[in-house]
C-alpha cells in the first residue's frame, strides 16, 4: 500500500493544486517512484489511497497496467490518518501481511527483501534511518531487532515509513481517523514490533525547499529522468 492521501499543509503552496505523492522530483512524481521501484520489486498488487485531489491520484494511477501491476484505490472522503486510511483499506489488501511506504518520501530501499519478512501475529515491523536534521532525536531504538520506545534524554532512529504489518495490528481499530503512534506503543509494549536499520538514500519530502534540494541532487546524479 502506498499512503497517498495527506493534505500536505506544509508544502503549499504546490499542493494547493497537486497532491502532494504527485509533486515532481527528478523529473516524475514521487508517486511514481515508489510503483515503479515496487514492481521492480516484484510486488504486482497495490493499493493506493488519496483524499485531497484525490481524482487527480486516481487518473494518475490508471488500473496500473502500464507499469505492469494491478493498482486499487482507497477513496477517503476526508484524510483519514495513517492509520485510519490503512484500516479503510484492509478490505483491498487481505488476509497476508503487506507492506506499506508513504508516498511523501524518497528511498533507494530494496523493497524485495520485505516481500519475505515476518511479523509476530497482530505485529508489525519497521524500517527505521537515521535521524534528518529537522527530527533530531527520532523515534523508536532498536534492541536486538526490536523495537522500542525513546527514554527521557534518549536519542534514537527515526520511522521511515515503510513498514510491513500484519492485518490485526489493526484489529482493534474503530473506523476514521486515526494515527499510528498509539498503535505502535501497544505493539511495543506486547512485544509485537521489530525493525529494521537501513542506512542507504531516503529523505523526508516535507517542505518545497526539501523537494528542491532533491531534485537538484538527483539531477546532478544523473537520476533524474523524462517524463
Not at 511514481?32 to 483524499?51: D, K, M, P, R, S
Not at 527521557?152 to 520511522?159: A, M, P, R, S
Request: net charge negative; aromatic share 6%; with cysteine.
Amino acid at each position: 500500500m502506498i499512503l497517498a492521501a495527506g493534505l500536505g499543509k506544509r508544502m503549499r503552496p504546490l499542493t494547493d493544486h497537486t497532491p502532494k505523492p504527485l509533486l515532481r522530483v527528478g523529473g516524475k512524481p514521487l508517486l511514481q517512484w515508489h510503483i515503479e521501484a515496487l514492481a521492480a520489486a516484484g510486488v504486482t498488487e497495490l493499493v493506493v489511497n488519496a483524499a485531497h485531489l484525490g481524482e487527480q491520484v486516481a487518473d494518475f494511477c490508471g488500473d496500473g497496467s502500464r507499469w505492469g501491476v494491478s493498482i486499487a484505490l482507497s477513496m477517503e472522503p476526508e484524510p483519514l490518518e495513517t492509520a485510519g486510511g490503512i484500516q479503510r483499506a484492509l478490505p483491498l489488501l487481505g488476509s497476508e501481511p503487506f507492506l506499506v511506504v508513504n508516498g511523501d518520501v524518497w528511498t533507494d530501499y530494496p523493497f524485495a527483501r520485505l516481500l519475505d519478512c515476518p511479523v509476530a501475529p497482530g505485529g508489525g515491523h519497521l524500517v527505521l534511518v537515521g535521524n534528518p536534521p529537522q527530527h533530531p532525536r527520532g523515534d523508536f531504538r532498536l534492541e536486538a531487532g526490536a523495537v522500542a520506545g525513546l527514554g527521557e534524554g534518549e536519542v534514537g532512529l527515526t520511522f521511515s515509513g515503510i513498514a510491513v504489518y500484519s492485518p490485526g495490528f489493526f484489529a482493534a481499530l474503530a473506523p476514521g481517523k486515526a494515527a499510528l503512534r498509539p498503535l505502535f506503543d501497544a505493539a511495543i509494549a506486547e512485544g509485537r514490533l521489530s525493525g529494521e536499520r537501513y542506512e542507504g538514500q531516503w529523505q523526508d519530502i516535507g517542505t518545497p525547499e526539501r523537494l528542491a534540494a532533491l531534485d537538484a541532487d538527483l539531477a546532478g546524479r544523473g537520476r533524474g529522468l523524462p517524463a
